[in-house]
């Protein structure tokens, strides 16, 4: 029987000691319903004492101890309200040889478990999403513990090594190499150094690339090592995996632009190019501080979405951005249209006087496209703006103070008027603080695919007919220059959803000044040489034809679908003509 003298005075005081540590009310109570131990929470709650008869003094209490004590029951959890305080009651039973000789119970308040409670559905949330990842992989994913032991493994594992998780896991991946499942182990390597480790396996005459990463807790330690496996056996497939790896880049790329753009949906800008991802880079990082920012680049490349991209993104979002094209205002109204002015400051001006762009825009942005435009007399008062921030109203006799962000484009050498004398250069040193240049679309040629479908697309929608451009229309819409940039490309693809009355948009729909300079630059690349006989030739072409394919399209699936053929015909002849 369990009772307080057998238990000696030094172990008794651990034994209190362990209990008063923990977090939870501890009652320990032996076969006649004393209290053997008591620690400080279960004290304070059920107010007893050790030695206490809990009989006695807690006869709601026994009663549930007791079927658990005396074998009735194995164990019990119930609530009870003792004292003013809901307390859940958790009975075990204390074995001793093969007789119970009394139970230990856990007293936990109701509000406790109700926090656990709640955060179990997050937890388990969360549980589920990581199992969702990890099984979803395409990728072969071991996980071990700082040991190198096996703790999970995943479907894409089971698959590349024609086994069962249920008999890896739990086995060392030492042991595993003994046994001649694998014949190295990242995993093993790093529980020995701490460090991530990369190496070729051999398994069953195929190679395996594995890479072990650990894992460590706050204090330093190896708590996990997660090991990411491949078969990179075939070499087609490591040609796949290059493609792969360059379309995911190709993807970060544009889950930035797309996240940088959330909001910019309906005026989408399109960026494949490293040059044209970097500008909108530029401008993401520019729109959190209250700089100048001065756009520069050919008409119609996009300058005025970059100042949208600017403005959604700053903390004056909320605030107007005023756009003003100062080329398009005549040179005797934009001082009035910029600064606004009083009443009677000139022939014709509102009895009451008018507010200027500056004022409009106070709190927020104004976007001077065309700046080079900008009269030398309204330079002074913009310059004038720049330096203390106050405007004076045309006719007026007193400044104001607006809080007003600047962003200037061009498309002029802003460097070469300024050395003319027809722009100031104060102005142009104020102006250029931050300068960020968009490139021109013959520079971004990785965009004009995307950016074809994609306005021929919003055209087509627009009228309500879906249309869709044949691969030789594509090809020659991809080398035509652009001088007009974007805004060229969508008055295109604008006219040739308008203009057809097919589905498919084809060559004989292209303007002539496009496929005749296209006819002639084929005609030229298809030459036939004196000392060339015809084999040579049709080999000259379809070398050329594979080069500009893949190109085009930068995979052979896609290369294939296009040419008629299969994917294999596509990769014997690439081999052939060296391109692969």
Not at 56 to 79: I, M, R, T
Request: include cysteine; glycine fraction near 6%.
């Amino acid at each position: 029987m369990l009772n307080m003298q057998q238990i000696d005075l030094e172990t008794h005081r651990f034994l209190q000691k362990v209990f008063d540590a923990a977090g939870r009310g501890l009652l320990l109570i032996d076969g006649e319903s004393r209290a053997v131990l008591v620690n400080r929470l279960a004290c304070k709650w059920l107010e007893i004492a050790e030695g206490a008869r809990i009989s006695k003094e807690l006869p709601v209490f026994w009663a549930l101890a007791a079927p658990v004590v005396g074998a009735k029951q194995a164990a019990n959890e119930s609530p009870l309200l003792l004292n003013g305080r809901e307390i859940l009651v958790q009975i075990n039973p204390v074995i001793q040889g093969e007789k119970r000789t009394g139970a230990i119970c856990v007293l936990v308040e109701s509000r406790q478990v109700e926090n656990m409670s709640r955060q179990l559905p997050s937890l388990t949330s969360l549980s589920r999403e990581l199992d969702v990842i990890i099984n979803s992989s395409s990728d072969g994913l071991f996980v071990c513990d700082g040991q190198a032991n096996v703790i999970r493994m995943n479907p894409a594992s089971e698959k590349i090594h024609q086994t069962s998780s249920e008999d890896i896991v739990g086995r060392n991946m030492q042991e595993l190499v003994e046994d001649g499942f694998i014949d190295r182990s990242a995993a093993f390597e790093t529980s020995q150094s701490g460090k991530p480790a990369t190496l070729l396996q051999n398994k069953a005459g195929r190679k395996l690339m594995s890479i072990a990463t650990p894992v460590f807790n706050e204090t330093g330690e190896l708590e996990r090592i997660v090991v990411s496996e491949r078969d990179i056996t075939e070499i087609d497939r490591l040609h796949r995996e290059i493609e792969v790896q360059e379309a995911k880049a190709d993807e970060f790329r544009n889950q930035i632009l797309e996240q940088q753009q959330a909001e910019l949906e309906a005026r989408r800008v399109i960026a494949r190019s490293p040059a044209m991802v970097r500008a909108l880079g530029q401008a993401v990082k520019v729109s959190t501080a209250d700089s100048s920012v001065l756009l520069l680049g050919e008409s119609g490349v996009g300058k005025g979405l970059i100042a949208d991209l600017i403005h959604q993104h700053s903390a004056r979002r909320n605030s107007p951005l005023i756009k003003i094209n100062c080329g398009a205002i005549p040179e005797s109204l934009i001082e009035a249209e910029l600064f606004g002015y009083e009443k009677g400051a000139f022939t014709g001006a509102q009895t009451k006087g008018k507010p200027g762009h500056f004022e409009l825009a106070d709190g927020g942005i104004l976007f001077l496209d065309e700046i080079a435009e900008l009269p030398l007399a309204s330079q002074v008062k913009l310059l004038r703006f720049l330096e203390d921030g106050q405007i004076m109203r045309l006719g007026g006799t007193s400044s104001r103070t607006v809080d007003v962000r600047i962003l200037a484009a061009t498309h002029r050498d802003l460097d070469e008027m300024v050395a003319e004398g027809r722009f100031r250069h104060d102005l142009f040193y104020r102006l250029n603080v931050i300068p960020i240049v968009v490139p021109p679309l013959r520079e971004r040629r990785e965009c004009l695919v995307p950016l074809l479908r994609h306005y021929i697309e919003r055209f087509s929608a627009s009228v309500g007919r879906p249309k869709r451009l044949t691969r030789a229309a594509l090809d020659v819409l991809t080398h035509h220059s652009y001088p007009g940039n974007v805004r060229e490309l969508m008055n295109l693809c604008e006219r040739l959803v308008v203009m057809t009355d097919t589905e498919m948009i084809g060559l004989p729909d292209l303007p002539a000044e496009l496929t005749v300079g296209s006819q002639e630059e084929a005609l030229q690349r298809l030459q036939w040489r004196a000392d060339q006989t015809l084999p040579q030739v049709l080999d000259e072409v379809e070398k050329n034809l594979l080069s500009e394919a893949r190109e085009l399209f930068g995979n052979q699936t896609e290369m294939a679908e296009a040419l008629g053929v299969n994917q294999s015909t596509i990769a014997r002849k690439m081999r052939k003509h060296g391109l692969s």
